[in-house]
Nanobody, 126 residues
Framework: QVQLVENGGGLVQPGGSLRLSCAAP????????MGWFRQGPGKDREFVAA????????YYGDSVKGRLTISRDGAKNTVNLQMNSLKPEDTAVYYC???????????????????WGQGTQVTVSS
């Protein structure tokens, strides 16, 4: 069976950047809204970002607006998360997620997504 696979996590200093990628094999995920959640140490799972199936609409959690950018590359079957100006509080395991299209489109809710990757660790520390 196909599944979501994240890459790009690692250690970065505060103010630095990382780019996460999620492999989302087609055709299963071609028409799926996709996104990223994260869970930091001692924290609840948190919505990070989501993108519509056609890459026309994006959504962001309040804590990452202006610093993180989600996009998808249909040709490569990937969803990316460009992370800039990283802060220690961004330290978390980041999960790529995909949702079976349905209404309402609750992109911010973890319950909306049926498919989850294994996660990739992002550590922001000096």
């Amino acid at each position: 069976q196909v599944q979501l696979v994240e890459n790009g996590g690692g250690l970065v200093q505060p103010g630095g950047s990382l780019r996460l990628s999620c492999a989302a094999p087609g055709p299963t995920f071609t028409m799926y809204p996709m996104g990223w959640f994260r869970q930091g140490p001692g924290k609840d799972r948190e919505f990070v970002a989501a993108v519509s199936w056609n890459d026309q609409n994006t959504y962001y959690g309040d804590s990452v607006k202006g610093r993180l950018t989600i996009s998808r590359d249909g040709a490569k079957n990937t969803v990316n998360l460009q992370m800039n100006s990283l802060k220690p509080e961004d330290t978390a395991v980041y999960y790529c997620v995909a949702a079976r299209p349905k209404s309402p489109e609750l992109y911010y809710s973890d319950h909306y997504y049926e498919n989850w990757g294994q996660g990739t660790q992002v550590t922001v520390s000096s």
